[in-house]
DNA sequence: CGGTCTCTTGACGGAGTTCAAAGCTAGTGG
DNA sequence: CCACTAGCTTTGAACTCCGTCAAGAGACCG
C-alpha cells in the first residue's frame, strides 16, 4: 500500500532506509467515496494526504452562497490546507473527494516528528513544495494574462484526460467563471 | 551585512553553528538602484535574494505590450523566479528593483551544496516555501472572490504603508487590473 | 524650466455574469 | 424494465464590471 509513495520519494531523494520505513509506517490509509469530506470548513486541518487514487478537491462557499474550487489533486500528489495544516488554524477551505479515492495520511505532529531528524525527506518536501510553488506561480500568471476561453483550452491542452474526470461546473468554478460561460465556449468551438 | 539574515534565520531555525556560517559566508552582497534589472526575461535565473532593503518585483510583457505584475518582495522576503531558478529553465519574467535596494544572492549550486547537507536549513527553506505557498494560496482565493474594487480595499488593509511605495500603475497590475480602473476606485471613494 | 513619467477623466465597447427555464443523463426504486 | 427524480448542462436576454482609447493635468528630475 505505502509501496507507491515510497516509490514517489525515491525519484526526488534517497533515504536510509529505517528512515524511509519509518516514514511510511506513520501512514495512514483511508478509503473515500465520492463527496465524501476530508475537512470541512471551520475545523482543523489534521493532515496531509498523499493520494493513490482518485481525485480530491479543495473549494470554499463565496458571500453569495456559490463554490470556488480552489485545487485538484490527482494520483501521486499531496494534498492538504497549507494554511489550516501548518499554521494550526481554523480552515477557510473544504477538501472533498471528487472521485472514489484511496489516500494515505499524516497528521501534523507525525510529520514534524519526521522532519526535525530526517535531512532526506525534509529535501523531498521542499522539492514538493517547490514544484507546488511555481504550479501555483504559473497559474496567478495564466490568470492575469489570458481570457475566459484561452484559459479553458490552454487547461485543456495541459491535462486532456483530467478534463473528462470532473463535472464542469467544478472546473468553470477552477477556471475561475461560471459553468453557464463554459458552457458557451465548449458549444463555440464545436462549430 | 549577514546579520540580518542571520536573525531571521533563528527566527525559524537553529543550526550548528558552523552551518550557519558556512551558508551566510557563500552570500554575496548586492546593490541596485531603482528600476536595475536582477534578471531579463529570456535568461536564466541564476540566484536566489534575500531582501535587506528595498523593494523588488517580477513582471512580464503580454501579448499586447502591457506589464504584467506578478510578484512584490520588501525586507526580510527571499525573492527569485523559482521556475528559472530550480528548474535551470529560460526565465519568463524579469526581475526588477521598485526602489533602491540591498539584497543578499546565492547561486543555485551553492545552495544546492548546504542544502544537501544541512538539515536545518532544509528545514528553514522548506518553512520559507510553505509560507510564500500559504500566501499564494490567499491570493489565487481572493482574485476569485474579491472583485477589482474589494481587491484594492483589501490589500491596502493588510499593507497600508506599501501601498504608499510603489506607483499606482505597479499596484492596478499586481491586483489584475489597469490603472485607470485603480484611479476610478481611488476617486469614487473620496467622495 | 523642459521633458518624461505618472495619474486622472470620460465615452464607448466587450467579456463574462445573472437569472430563469428547459433539456439531458444517470441512478434508484417499484 | 420503466418511471421518477436529482443533479448537471445548455440556451438566451438583460445587465455590469472593467478594459480600451484618447486627451489632458500633475509631478518629479535632471
Redesign the pocket.
Known sequence: MTEQLKNHILKFVTPPDSELQSFLNLMEFEDVKN?EYLLKEGRYCKYQYFILEGCLRSFFINK?G?EKVVNFGIEDWWFTNVDSFTNQTLSALNIQAAEDSKVLKISKSKLDYILQNSLELNRYFRSILEKVRIADQRRIQFMFN??????YTTFNDYYPDFVQR???????SYL????????????KKKQ
Open positions: 463527496k453569495k456559490v489570458l481570457s475566459g476561453e484561452e484559459l470532473v463535472p464542469q461546473y467544478m472546473l468553470a475561475g467563471f461560471t459553468p453557464e460561460f463554459l458552457s458557451k465556449i465548449r458549444n
